[in-house]
């Protein structure tokens, strides 16, 4: 069991037995009560911000023991200005990768979501809506999203997606029903670029992402803005990258050729 899903568990055990004692001994000090509401609540806004902790939904980090290669993902796409350049390049460098298309993006170009198929690349889902307040939707909006998002895609390229990527990375204890729900395998990053803010540079991007090339490594990049309204440094930076993973000799792969090996490593369990 991840280390913040047992805090979680324990602060929740805890705070049971805060509510007991004030009733059967007497109410605890106001100091003491704020204090414990503001830690678990600090606890439960980690699990939510923070997906790699796997407080709430089990998630993919790293491919499994002896994984071989780099999974290269792509976010917050398809772009018609950006994806095809993303996809040349991945094809000249003979790297395959995967693509964590937004639904209503899919339903605008899919053309271009079946481009990705066709050159060999895997597709999973970044939500329909892109709501980036969606760990905080009721269950209902959370099922009802990814659904449609599901039946976007599968529509499109005949194929139902497994793989999730939350928008902005945050997780709810709904996410982890809905995804449990509809089969869907969670994954996450062992490096990323930061390249999805406006204000990032190719060679920042580069810098914080080169480090983390090694075997089994899960790099996070976007192949187009979550608004359209900026080219994402990371599209700038992938020739670099695709060098650095020549000169180090390591693979480009999809994440769901490690998944059917048997399951990634650091994967975050229930």
């Known amino acids: 069991m991840p280390v913040a899903r047992a805090l979680l568990y324990a602060a929740s055990l805890g705070a049971i037995a805060l509510v007991a004692r004030s009733l059967l001994v007497g109410p605890i000090p106001v100091a003491a009560a704020c204090a414990a509401i503001v830690g678990y609540l600090a606890l439960v806004l980690c699990g939510v911000f923070f997906l790699g902790l796997g407080m709430f939904v089990d ?14 993902t792509f ?41 990705i198929a066709a050159r060999g690349h895997a597709i999973g889902l970044h939500g329909h809506a892109h709501d980036r307040l969606f760990a905080l939707r ?43 729900a509809l089969g869907l395998d969670v994954i996450g990053w062992s490096a990323r670029g930061f390249d999805g803010l406006p204000g990032a540079s190719p060679e920042g991007v580069a810098t914080r992402v080169i480090p983390g090339l090694r075997d089994g490594a ?52 229930r």
């Open 59 to 72: 998630v993919v980090r790293r491919g499994p023991p002896g994984a071989r290669g780099v999974a290269l």
């Open 75 to 115: 976010d917050d796409g398809p772009s018609p200005e950006h994806t095809p350049e993303v996809l040349d390049l991945l094809d000249r460098a003979g790297v395959k990768a995967t693509f964590f298309v937004i639904g209503r993006k899919a339903e605008a170009h899919p053309d271009l979501v079946r481009a």
């Open 138 to 180: 009721s269950a209902r909006v959370v099922e009802r999203d990814l659904a449609r998002g599901l039946e976007v895609l599968e529509r499109i390229t005949g194929e139902r997606p497994t793989l999730f990527r939350p928008p902005i990375g945050h997780t709810s204890p709904r996410i982890a029903r809905a995804v449990d």
């Open 218 to 269: 899960i790099v996070l990049l976007h192949d187009a803005a979550e608004r359209d309204d900026h080219a994402p440094a990371g599209v700038a930076a992938l020739p670099r990258i695709l060098a650095a993973m020549g000169q180090r000799n390591l693979a480009g792969v999809r994440v769901d050729a490690w998944l059917d090996e048997g399951g990634g490593d650091d994967v975050v369990t």
